[in-house]
């Protein structure tokens, strides 16, 4: 198994502009989740999903963040208008089940750079 | 407001010493999980200890779990240059279903 997929591995844009994270969960994998981490706030849930259903999104910081998951084996994130502050590494994990019991498999996160 | 919180947030040693960190959370849970990051990766399980569970052994982890102080401790023991690395631990919240990390404790294992 290829493990958690995440695209683009890096991306350097400027404020104002829309940035799209793209991730595949692991095949069979019922539960995705994004997370973001920054050194001043550590790793914060944003959103996740069961069978690509929005679970819970209270870690949404406000409303230029957006996710989608339009089928079981896709998932996107995205930033629109990007600022400056929201420069992180965003990780993409997925789940057999939305459950404390199973094991988070983690992608390689994507490096965000908003200038 | 964070659930688990590790101590300490950095630690040096060298090679063929032990290595203990602490995880302090809030609520009750059923369970806690361990979690390293390498420098640049994403994070990688390491192992879940139940909250009926008071130790668990994976090769050279070992971890404790005490309910009533609401604390665990994950130590590796003859560590190696490679494990340096940052752990973290992870409990639920108290709906269930995602995991809250703390701010993990920065390992450096000296060769």
């Known amino acids: 198994d290829a493990g958690v997929i995440q695209s683009p591995r890096h991306e350097v844009t400027e404020m104002g502009q829309e940035v799209t994270l793209r991730c595949k969960p692991i095949?069979?994998?019922?539960?995705l989740f994004w997370y973001r981490q920054t050194m001043m706030r550590g790793l914060e849930l944003l959103i996740y999903f069961n069978n690509n259903v929005p679970i819970d999104d209270s870690g949404m910081p406000e409303d230029r963040f957006s996710a989608k998951m339009p089928n079981a084996s896709f998932s996107t994130l995205k930033i629109q208008p990007s600022e400056p502050r929201d420069s992180a590494v965003y990780f993409c994990?997925?789940?057999?089940?939305?459950?404390?019991?199973?094991?988070?498999?983690f992608g390689p996160g994507t490096r965000l750079t908003v200038l | 407001s964070q659930q688990g919180e590790e101590d300490p947030q950095a630690l040096s040693i060298q090679e063929g010493e032990n290595a203990t960190m602490n995880c302090s959370y809030k609520?009750?849970?059923?369970?806690l999980q361990w979690y390293r990051q390498n420098s640049g990766r994403g994070l990688v399980h390491l192992i879940l200890?139940?909250?009926?569970?008071r130790e668990k052994h994976s090769g050279r982890l070992r971890v404790t779990l005490d309910t009533s102080k609401k604390s665990s401790s994950l130590l590796i023991t003859a560590s190696r240059a490679a494990d340096t690395a940052s752990y973290f631990c992870a409990t639920e919240n108290n709906q269930g279903g995602k995991l809250i990390f703390g701010q993990g404790t920065e390992l450096s294992v000296k060769p």
């Open positions: 994990a997925s789940s057999l089940r939305a459950s404390s019991t199973d094991t988070q498999y």
């Open positions: 609520t009750s849970i059923n369970n």
């Open positions: 095949s069979g994998h019922n539960s």
């Open positions: 200890i139940r909250s009926n569970e």
